[in-house]
T-cell receptor, first 116, second 113 residues
Framework: AQKVTQAQTEISVVEKEDVTLDCVYE???????LFWYKQPPSGELVFLIR??????QNEISGRYSWNFQKSTSSFNFTITASQVVDSAVYFC?????????????FGQGTELSVKP | DAGITQSPRHKVTETGTPVTLRCHQT?????MYWYRQDPGHGLRLIHY???????DKGEVSDGYSVSRSKTEDFLLTLESATSSQTSVYFC????????????FGQGTRLTVV
């Protein structure tokens, strides 16, 4: 069965600190996709990144970076120099390929609080 | 922003009454999904659709039914609402093209009293 675990329920940091959100997944599929979504206090879900199982290159987008390691089934998310606006709930998700339906399995979410 | 609209955005209903939530898209995407969000559970899939009149159950489908008579509309019905169905409901859409991600609606907060 597919499963996503975000062991960190809540994280609190002070502005400008770096923070890493952990994500561990389980799947028997050889082709799959991993996602991170952000849910700010306003409640909408904002897509951050999608990574397929064949692409293990790390990715950096501004202050955000993602570390995908198939050997440990992990897809961790790091925010560098955190800001108050980064305060949100972050979800890691796993899906089957889009042409097979693309259904998402979500982790429980990590609530990040960045204090000034 | 992706063209996906949920209605209503908020609803309070009584136990035992039927409730229908609507998801409308303007992207002509093939796949549509209904998720519910509860504390400690993240989002869980209720039902999904591969196309018109083509639907299937997700992880937490008991007590829910869906219909998709048009590409753009995906309806979620609670036949007889219960307090355990108090939740935030999200609709999502995606294409079957490799390069797209799932787009989510704004969510519907449903309270069953």
């Amino acid at each position: 069965a597919q499963k996503v675990t975000q062991a960190q329920t809540e994280i609190s940091v002070v502005e400008k600190e770096d923070v890493t959100l952990d994500c561990v997944y389980e799947t028997r599929d050889t082709t799959y996709y991993l996602f991170w979504y952000k849910q700010p206090p306003s409640g909408e879900l904002v897509f951050l990144i999608r990574r397929n199982s064949f692409d293990e290159q790390n990715e950096i987008s501004g202050r955000y970076s993602w570390n995908f390691q198939k050997s440990t089934s992990s897809f961790n998310f790091t925010i560098t120099a955190s800001q108050v606006v980064d305060s949100a709930v972050y979800f890691c998700a796993l899906s089957e390929p889009p042409n097979q339906g693309g259904k998402l399995i979500f982790g429980q979410g990590t609530e990040l609080s960045v204090k000034p | 922003d992706a063209g996906i609209t949920q209605s209503p955005r908020h609803k309070v209903t009584e136990t035992g009454t039927p409730v229908t939530l609507r998801c409308h898209q303007t992207e002509n995407h093939r796949y549509m999904y209904w998720y519910r969000q509860d504390p400690g559970h993240g989002l869980r899939l209720i039902h999904y659709s591969y196309g018109v009149k083509d639907t299937d159950k997700g992880e937490v489908s008991d007590g829910y039914s869906v219909s998709r008579s048009k590409t753009e509309d995906f309806l979620l019905t609670l036949e007889s609402a219960t307090s355990s169905q108090t939740s935030v409901y999200f609709c999502a859409i995606s294409s079957n093209r490799e390069s797209t991600e799932a787009f989510f609606g704004q969510g519907t907060r449903l309270t069953v009293v």
